[in-house]
């Protein structure tokens, strides 16, 4: 099958065997490997990108769904990480393995996208579910409301 969509506001065409799901693509067609792999199945949230500005998780979408959508990952959040949240996460040292990371600022920045000044109870209900084996949550708050508060 052939698929077409906007990829970081460029428009590509990605042949692909039925059944290809966009996590696979992306890192591996694509070679746009900021988007991880963590249980596949759908539970810790790692591999988040966005699909039409709503976060999505790519390991359990097909390829196929996302034909005429646009998908941005952590590569089109910014070209430099000057992405607000980049610059509080760089600032706060937020990382601690830093695998799940892309997937912590890309589903926070699809909260700051339709909420520019949530208050801490909508970001902890908003960020539940992207899972941090280091248990860096404390930190990842802290970037977060540093964000809100330097925009
Ligand atoms: S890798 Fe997609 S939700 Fe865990
Ligand atoms: S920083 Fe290691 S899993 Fe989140």
């Given amino acids: ?5 906007v990829l970081n506001g460029k428009t590509v065409q990605v042949t692909a065997e039925e059944g290809a799901n966009l996590l696979w693509t992306l ?3 694509l070679q ?3 988007t991880k792999y963590g249980c596949g199945a759908s539970h810790c949230g790692i591999c988040t990108v966005h699909m039409d500005g709503k976060p999505i998780k790519a390991c359990v979408t097909p ?5 005429g ?3 941005t990952t952590i ?14 996460w760089i600032e706060e040292q937020v990382p601690q393995c830093g695998y799940c ?3 912590q600022i890309m589903q926070a920045a699809s909260l700051l996208d339709k909420n520019p000044s949530p208050n801490r109870k909508e970001i902890i209900e908003h ?3 992207v899972l941090c084996r280091c248990g860096t949550y404390l930190r990842i708050l802290k970037a977060i409301e540093k964000t809100i508060q330097n925009a």
């Fill in 27 to 29: 890192r591996e067609r």
């Fill in 63 to 67: 390829l196929a769904a996302v034909e």
């Fill in 75 to 88: 590569e089109g959040l910014s070209k430099d990480r000057s992405h607000p949240l980049q610059v509080a």
């Fill in 127 to 129: 960020m539940n579910g």
């Fill in 1 to 5: 099958m052939t698929v077409s969509f």
């Fill in 101 to 103: 990371h892309s997937g």
């Fill in 32 to 34: 746009l490997t900021g």
């Fill in 69 to 71: 959508k646009a998908i």
